[in-house]
């Protein structure tokens, strides 16, 4: 199994938390959780998260919701083992751990895309989802945002309406194969966080994606706290 990706990402507040940034990058994934959290939990993490989320909602996203201390580290174990199941699963997704949760890209070469202009899941992209399904029912107790992305081609209007359309496709076939509506959250953005070059036929099909940001559910983070007293 290929190594997951680590993307690693502080804001330097202040001296201690300089330090605590330079342990990180040496610690594992439950440990960056706990680090993270025992430096300024959501506070900082809402800092990130805001300043990723101008470029990148999802990665934003999942560091808002960050918990840290102890009980992070105790999600973030739990998202190393979802991740690895992601990874076993569906080979091309592209899959980041990123503090307490995690980020999957689905481009076409992953096996989740849509003809021209078209927002039907079916075919291979049927298949990847079907298996991602199944990993959500092992581990209930996350929440899942899904986010429907485009190229440059067209207009910016259609691009907007046709990444809402792509997204809510993924999340209704999700919903429909027996995860929890009350999961979801979905969202579009047309053409505005390109991942890849769009003056190139390669760039545009990065581009033509719907991403995942994973991150614990409430119950999780209640659990989380209890086993680890609070901390």
Known sequence: MRKLVIKSMYVVMAASVVLSC???KNANNTQKGGVIGATGGAVIGGVIGNN???GNTALGAIIGAVVGGAAGGYIGNR??????????????AEVSRVGEGINVTFTEDAGVYF?????????TSAT????????FKEYPDSYILVEGHTDSAGPDEYNLNLSKQRAESV??????HGISKGR?????????????DNTTKEGKAQNRR????????????QEAKEKTGGR
């Open 22 to 24: 330079n342990a990180v």
């Open 52 to 54: 990723v989320g101008k």
């Open 79 to 92: 998202m190393d083992r979802q991740a690895e199941r992601i990874e076993e699963e569906i080979p091309g």
């Open 115 to 123: 003809d021209t202009n078209k927002s039907t899941v079916k075919g």
């Open 128 to 135: 990847t989802l079907d298996k991602l399904a199944g990993i």
């Open 171 to 176: 999340t209704n076939y999700l919903v429909t």
């Open 184 to 196: 979801f959250t979905t969202k579009w953005y047309g053409e505005s966080q390109p991942k890849g």
């Open 210 to 221: 719907v991403e995942l940001a994973i991150v614990a559910s409430e119950e999780l983070k």
